[in-house]
């Protein structure tokens, strides 16, 4: 059982930068695809970034620019740094892996506990 502990959530001022970490139990096998996800009050959880293990990363349009996701093989770390934060960017942020099927192996999905990102004054 993959098991993922996100750190680095708190209070920020507009403007301001902060460092998601997602801590990976185990190294995981292509191919699979990293993500942070956010859920804000009364809203639908969202992808925000995604990094597959070839690669290739995505953004949410309103993040673009101003979000950037990173692995860290060496430390099984997947990163979100977030900067020029906007109260918008209030969540709690979530850490996402999809494991892909392959023509032995089963598409499995684990998720981290999630933690709470405010932008306020």
């Known amino acids: 059982q993959v098991q993922l502990v996100e750190s680095g959530g708190g209070l920020v001022q507009p403007g301001g930068s902060l460092r998601l970490s997602c801590a990976v139990s185990e190294r995981l096998f292509p191919p699979y695809v990293m993500a942070w996800y956010r859920q804000a009050p009364g809203k639908q959880r969202e992808q925000v970034a995604a990094l597959s293990s070839g690669g290739t990363s995505n953004y949410l349009d309103s993040v673009k620019g101003r979000f950037s996701i990173s692995r860290d093989n060496t430390k099984n770390t997947v990163d979100l740094r977030m900067s020029s934060l906007k109260p918008d960017d209030t969540a709690v942020y979530y850490c996402?892996?999809?494991?892909?099927?392959?023509?032995?192996?089963?598409?499995?999905?684990?998720w981290g506990q999630g933690t709470q990102v405010t932008v306020s004054s």
């Open positions: 996402n892996a999809k494991i892909l099927p392959t023509t032995t192996t089963q598409a499995r999905e684990y």
